[in-house]
Nanobody, 123 residues
Framework: QERLEESGGRVVRAGDSLRLSCKTS????????MAWFRQAPGKEREFVAN????????YYAASVRGRFTITKDRSTKTLYLQMNSLTAEDTAVYYC????????????????WGQGTQVTVSS
C-alpha cells in the first residue's frame, strides 16, 4: 500500500519560517502530481499548493503565494513545503496528497493522503 508521511509541524511564532516534509514511495513520487492541503479547526480542507510529477509547474493558493514554496527532492523522494512569514491564519493540520487522476484545487480529486502534521502559529 502506498503511503505518504508528513513531518515538521510544530509551534512557531508569527513571522517565523518552517519547512514541512512528506516522504513517499518511488512509485508515487515519480508517477503523480503532489500537493499540500491544510485544515483549520471547524473549516474545510483547503488547497495550499501543488507541483507536477516532474517537479515543475508549481501552483499556489492566493493566500500563500509569495510566502510558501513547494519543491520535490528526487534523491530522497520527499515533497517539501517551505513556509515563510507565518501568521496565525496559517495554523492548521497540513496534509500531503497525490493523485492518479488530475491535479486540481479540489480535495476530492486527490486519492492518496498522509496523516497530517500540526502547524500552530502563535501571535
Amino acid at each position: 500500500q502506498e503511503r505518504l508521511e508528513e513531518s515538521g509541524g510544530r509551534v512557531v511564532r508569527a513571522g517565523d519560517s518552517l519547512r514541512l516534509s512528506c516522504k513517499t514511495s518511488e512509485f508515487i513520487f515519480s508517477s503523480y502530481p503532489m500537493a499540500w492541503f491544510r485544515q483549520a479547526p471547524g473549516k474545510e480542507r483547503e488547497f495550499v499548493a501543488n507541483i507536477a510529477r516532474g517537479g515543475g509547474s508549481p501552483y499556489y493558493a492566493a493566500s500563500v503565494r509569495g510566502r510558501f514554496t513547494i519543491t520535490k527532492d528526487r534523491s530522497t523522494k520527499t515533497l517539501y513545503l517551505q513556509m515563510n512569514s507565518l501568521t496565525a491564519e496559517d495554523t492548521a493540520v497540513y496534509y500531503c496528497a497525490a493523485t492518479s487522476r488530475f491535479a486540481s484545487a479540489g480535495a476530492d480529486t486527490w486519492n492518496y493522503w498522509g496523516q497530517g502534521t500540526q502547524v500552530t502559529v502563535s501571535s
